[in-house]
């Protein structure tokens, strides 16, 4: 069974970078056959896709965060993570990690999500 543990701060002041954790377990990050990817969601907004890695370490960005995200991984930790720079009040959310098999959309196994809110 394949778990993803989301491990963050919880609490980042504006204008600081926000670094996640995504902790894999039941399955190698270096599998031929998976994207590994950061979703968040807004309090009383929808998903909102961030950045994905892929086997090769070929990394993607959503085009509105590009700019101000970093994504990368371990593999001898089996641990992926997400820097988010220059944090607002906006990027408060509840931040995920998941997996989706390569070519696809389709995410088989999520984290439970950690919250991350940007307040002084």
């Known amino acids: 069974q394949v778990q993803l543990q989301e491990s963050g701060p919880g609490l980042v002041k504006p204008s600081q970078t926000l670094s996640l954790t995504c902790t894999v377990s039941?399955?190698?990050?270096?599998?031929?056959?998976?994207?590994w990817n950061w979703i968040r969601q807004p309090p009383g907004k929808g998903l909102e896709w961030m950045a994905a890695i892929d086997p090769y370490d070929g990394t993607y960005y959503s085009p509105s965060l590009k700019k101000r995200t970093s994504i990368s991984r371990d593999t001898s930790k089996n641990q992926f993570t997400l820097q988010l720079s220059s944090v607002t009040p906006e990027d408060t959310a509840l931040y995920y990690c998941?997996?989706?098999?390569?070519?696809?959309?389709?995410?088989?196994?999520w984290g439970q999500g950690t919250q991350v809110t940007v307040s002084a």
């Open positions: 039941g399955g190698s990050i270096a599998s031929n056959d998976y994207y």
């Open positions: 998941a997996r989706a098999r390569r070519g696809t959309d389709e995410y088989d196994y």
